[in-house]
């Protein structure tokens, strides 16, 4: 997908590039030597393992979100639960918020361990068609703080991603945190080799967040990461008990689809604002399941329907 150094500047040409090292985008940057020797250009060795790897899942789907409170974590979730609804289908999670995982508590895991086997770290199972892997696990208390930096948080982005034996997948959700950093570029570097459907961007309706995404389309387009479309969250709020639909968050700029038609991207849906939502996450339980009747899961239905489809004609 791309050839950009994970420390790379925001214009940096790629190390395959002629101009590499040699760029104005290239100055002060870490491997500016390095790219203008002319040096033969090394692959990590893990691109091909994580390629090996991951030979063995169908889809790959990456949530994205510019910003952070946009439920992007919330979305993940029922998405993947809504995945699972096929029997047939065997769905994972992999949570890459290194410093807020939040999986294992949305999908009523916590305090389950990881066990290591000849093939590799296995997965959590929260149902029989649905795992999941987060740092969230390895660590003694919930409460216990990551404080690391960069090269210690790719370190573990691409230990996931090579040594978890997932078996057969149909799909592999994975859950990203916000912004257009360390996190996303180690990604990006070590599925460059395996076969992305693409990203869902979430949002909210309200400009603060659509700036935030735009920067967020704007990366990947950057790094190849093709987009499946658009997801606008909290869109509007239905009484539970009066039906009445209102507008927490107005969209002063026309929302997400506006956004959506400004770079001719796909609006997948428009999901309301829900209290059972971040009841059923507080338990572990999902939403699907428990309120499959309502206008919010019918509307969440409806956007995984439409990344199914994506997946299956593309």
Known sequence: MSDVPQDAPESCPGTQSEAAGKASACGGCPNQKICASGAPKQQDPG???????????????????????????????????????????????????????????????EGEQVHQSGSGWSPVFVDDNLSVMSIGFLLQSDSDAVIWRGPRKNGLIKQFLKDVDWGDLEYLVIDTPPGTSDEHLSLVQYLAETAVDGAVIITTPQEVALLDVRKEIDFCKKVKLPIIGIVQNMSSFICPKCKHESQPFPPTTGGAQALADEYGLKLLGCLPLDPRIGKCCDEGKSFLAEYPDTQTAISYQKVVNGIQKHCETT
């Not at 979730?77 to 949305?106: E, F, R, W």
């Open 47 to 109: 691109v091909k393992e994580v390629k090996w790897r991951l030979a063995s899942v169908k889809h790959k789907i990456i949530v994205l979100s510019g910003k952070g409170g946009v439920g992007k974590s919330t979305f993940t979730s029922t998405l993947a639960y809504g995945l699972a609804q096929n029997p047939a289908h065997q769905v994972g999670v992999l949570d890459i918020d290194i410093c807020g995982p939040s999986m294992p508590k949305i999908l009523g895991v």
